[in-house]
């Protein structure tokens, strides 16, 4: 059985940092692209931050982040915990959101195109 398990929200302050971890049983990570979306209250789902397969390089996959975050998020993957992992750094109160993860077959920054979810994190940024 496929699942997906999102860890590591919280509250932080702005500038603050929280490191998102998404865990995989059911499958092997590696061969699929992994994408992290946020969802605020009002708004709809938004990509982050994405990895996609490794296909066998030693270099990993290829990584893609939306402009609002990009500097200040890491996206990454440890193969044997079969875990993707998004660091974030300098926290902004517009950052708040509920993070999922997601498994595609390719990238996409559309939701629909990602075939399986996590249940989501709650990460607040506020003074």
């Known amino acids: 059985q496929v699942q997906l398990v999102e860890s590591g929200g919280g509250s932080v302050q702005p500038g603050g940092s929280l490191r998102l971890s998404c865990k995989a049983s059911?499958?092997?990570?590696?061969?699929?692209?992994i994408g992290w979306f946020r969802q605020a209250p009002g708004k709809e789902r938004e990509g982050v931050a994405f990895i996609s397969s490794s296909d066998g390089s030693p270099y990993g996959g290829i990584t893609y982040y939306t402009d609002s975050v990009k500097g200040r998020c890491t996206i990454s993957r440890d193969n044997a915990q079969n875990t993707v992992y998004l660091q974030m750094n300098s926290l902004k109160p517009e950052d708040t959101a509920v993070y999922y993860c997601a498994l595609g077959q390719i990238f996409s920054w559309h939701p629909p195109d990602y075939d399986y979810w996590g249940q989501g994190t709650q990460v607040t940024v506020s003074s």
């Open positions: 059911g499958f092997t990570l590696d061969y699929y692209t």
